[in-house]
Each structure stands twice: as structure tokens, then as C-alpha cells.
């Protein structure tokens, strides 16, 4: 049921842009991307719906391939504040319920 | 807007003690989750309620955690006996609606209640 996410830890120098991907066995509604900083709760980045969309926030997007059930997070330019660590959480239709299952994180650091 | 309340921040208890985490989600807002974040892993989907029907507990361990959301507002989740096992961050979250990628909708997370079982 737990989506995987690649890789499970990235190092950069700020400016530097980075791509994480998550994929999942299982057919999904939505893809949603979280940032956590160390101590922190997760905070939402952006949803994504079926339908193959792409989305943006500043210079941080996402993309979605429904076919092949996977999502990329894509950062370009990465600032300090950036650092943290990256979920993935895909909706899918478990036993009759619809439920947010989240991936195990993608740690990233932004040095100077 | 007031964000997703929980108490308490920490809690440090010794094996099979019992201990209560209390949540208060966003008003409004018919889902509650509760997930369980173990040091370095992601989030775990303990129980979801739909004002104050279960939808889904498949992954709470029935015979040690109960959970309740009495009137559909705030709830609690209840360690009895812990283990060392449980040691973890006890996240409370809450959406507007149930089908969120229907409805384009968002979890809010509570800071969540760090739990140490020695």
C-alpha cells in the first residue's frame, strides 16, 4: 500500500535543483506532496488529481502520470529553506475506504 | 484561522503503562486522521473518522489502541498497555471533506505529541 519514494536522502548546494519521485502499486485518486522540518508537522505542498495535471509553486512543481502511477516533485533553484524532509501521500481505495497513505520520506539538505 | 490542537507535546511513560493523546481538529472540518510517525519513516494512517463514524482503523492495533470522536469534534487516541514499540510521534490531522482528490483538499497537521516508552 505505501507508496516508494526515490532517492531517500539528496544533498545540494543552494541553487542547485533537485527531483524526487514517488510511485505506487496501487491505482490512485490524488497525489499529495508534504515538507517537514525537523520537530515540525508536516506541511502541504500542493495536491495533485487524476488526470495527468502539473503543477507549480514558485520554483517548486509537481507532475502526475495516472497510467503509470507515479509523481514526481521537481525544485529547481533550491534555497535554504527548502531543506527537510519530503512526503509523498497517494490516495487509493483500500478494503472500501478512501485513505492517504504516505511514502517513507525524502530527506533533503541544502548547504550554502 | 486556529490550526490543528493537540496536547500533550511529550509524554514519557514506562512499558505497559497506559497513556491518552487528546486532538482538536480545525472547526469545520468533518475528517480527522491519526497517524503514527516513527523516528525516520513517514507517516502511518493509525484510524480515520467521518464526523464521528470510523472509516477506516485497519491499521490500529485493536488490542492496545482505541480511539473515539465523540459529537464529531475533538478525540482521543489510548495507549493500554505500551510497549517500547510505540515510542513514535502521535500525529492528529483533519481535512474538510473525506474524498480528497475529489474535492482538491488538504490534511492539516496538529505538532503532533512525541511519545517515549522506556
Known amino acids: 500500500q505505501q507508496p516508494v519514494q526515490s532517492p531517500q536522502a539528496v544533498i545540494l548546494r543552494e541553487g542547485e535543483d533537485a527531483v524526487i519521485n514517488c510511485s505506487s502499486s496501487k491505482a490512485l485518486y490524488s497525489v499529495h506532496w508534504y515538507r517537514q522540518k525537523h520537530g515540525e508537522a508536516p506541511v502541504f505542498l500542493m495536491i495533485l488529481l487524476k488526470g495527468g495535471e502539473q503543477k507549480g509553486h514558485d520554483k517548486i512543481s509537481a507532475s502526475f502520470n495516472e497510467k503509470k502511477q507515479q509523481s514526481s516533485l521537481y525544485l529547481t533553484a533550491s534555497q535554504l529553506s527548502y531543506s527537510g524532509t519530503y512526503f509523498c501521500?497517494?490516495?487509493?481505495?483500500?478494503?472500501?475506504?478512501?485513505?492517504?497513505?504516505f511514502g517513507q520520506g525524502t530527506r533533503l539538505t541544502i548547504n550554502p | 484561522e486556529a490550526g490543528v490542537a493537540q496536547s500533550p507535546r511529550y509524554k514519557i511513560i514506562e512499558k505497559r503503562q497506559s497513556v491518552a493523546f487528546w486532538c482538536n481538529p480545525i472547526s469545520g472540518h468533518a475528517t480527522l486522521y491519526w497517524y503514527q510517525q516513527i523516528l525516520g519513516q513517514g507517516p502511518k494512517l493509525l484510524i480515520q473518522?467521518?464526523?464521528?463514524?470510523?472509516?477506516?482503523d485497519s491499521q490500529l492495533p485493536k488490542d492496545r489502541f482505541s480511539a473515539e470522536r465523540l459529537k464529531g469534534v475533538d478525540s482521543t487516541l489510548k495507549i493500554q498497555p505500551a510497549k517500547l514499540e510505540d515510542s513514535a510521534v502521535y500525529l492528529c490531522a483533519s481535512s474538510l471533506v473525506w474524498a480528497l482528490g475529489r474535492t482538491n483538499e488538504k490534511l492539516f497537521f496538529g505538532s503532533g505529541t512525541q511519545l517515549s516508552v522506556l
Open positions: 473518522f467521518q464526523n464521528n463514524g470510523v472509516v477506516d
Open positions: 501521500g497517494t490516495e487509493i481505495w483500500v478494503q472500501g475506504a478512501q485513505k492517504l497513505v
